[in-house]
């Protein structure tokens, strides 16, 4: 079994508290072996990568296209697209995770997921995915990121 949780005040506490307390009793009477380390969450360079290249190129393209919010998202008006609503656009497109019925192991849906507690692998791997629909779909190369490409991005959506 392998949890992610947080150590405060010395103790362990879970992030899946349900996931981990029922899993439990199948260690009872058994030695097992912890292992803790660090979780790296995405990166500064990474966030702003994703915010000022990915999220801005595909608005402009999805806007060049003739797109509005409410070809994105349900239940909004027509207005103009943000990078917000981008930015959940593509949370809910290429970062899912499926919901599982614990007793019978049943998968009852799916949902989005934060981005922002991904770990840097799992980011580079979103951002990947994102890439590859850019250019199928919307005809755009998004570029690699390079510390060139930060600044021309935050200068870009800066003079607008």
């Known amino acids: 079994m392998k949890f992610t949780a947080k150590i405060k005040n010395g103790k362990i506490l879970p992030i899946e508290r349900v996931l981990y307390w029922d899993s ?10 912890i292992t803790i380390e660090r979780i790296n969450n995405r990166s500064n360079p990474q966030n702003r990568y994703y915010w000022g290249v990915v999220v801005y190129m595909v608005r402009e393209r999805l806007e060049e296209l003739g797109y509005t919010r409410s070809d994105l998202l349900e239940d909004t008006m027509g207005a103009k697209l943000t990078r917000n609503d981008v930015h959940e656009f593509l949370k809910d497109s290429f970062n899912r995770s499926d919901i599982i019925n614990t007793e019978t192991g049943e998968v009852l849906g799916s949902t989005s997921r934060t981005t922002s507690k991904l ?3 799992e980011f580079c791997e979103y951002l990947d995915h994102i890439k590859r629909w850019a250019i199928e779909d919307l005809d755009i190369n ?10 021309t991005a935050v200068l870009v959506e800066n003079s607008k």
């Open 142 to 151: 998004i570029p690699d990121p390079t510390p060139f490409n930060y600044t």
């Open 24 to 33: 439990m009793p199948e260690f009872e009477g058994r030695d097992v072996e």
């Open 119 to 121: 770990k840097t692998k």
